[in-house]
C-alpha cells in the first residue's frame, strides 16, 4: 500500500492496476488509490464458470468444500 501511495506523490494522476489475490485485499487497494485490481479469487471464480458452461454443467452441481 505505501507503494501505491508512493507512486502517486511522484506521479499525481497516474493510473494504478493493481492484482489482489483474494477479494478482501481488493477493497483495500481502491481505498490506497488504485483504479483498477485484477482479483485471483475472482478469475478463479470465472474459470469455473466457463468450465461449467462448457461442459453443460448445472452451476447448483459445483458445491466449494
Request: glycine share 4%; with cysteine; charged share 25%.
Amino acid at each position: 500500500l505505501n507503494i501505491i501511495k508512493y507512486a502517486q506523490e511522484i506521479h499525481p494522476g497516474i493510473i494504478i492496476i493493481a492484482r489482489a489475490r483474494h477479494v478482501e485485499e481488493q477493497y483495500t487497494l481502491m481505498e490506497a488509490g488504485a483504479k483498477f485490481v485484477c482479483c485471483d479469487d475472482e478469475e478463479v471464480s470465472q474459470a469455473f464458470t466457463r468450465a461449467l458452461s462448457r461442459f453443460e454443467l448445472p452451476f447448483a452441481f459445483y458445491a466449494p468444500i
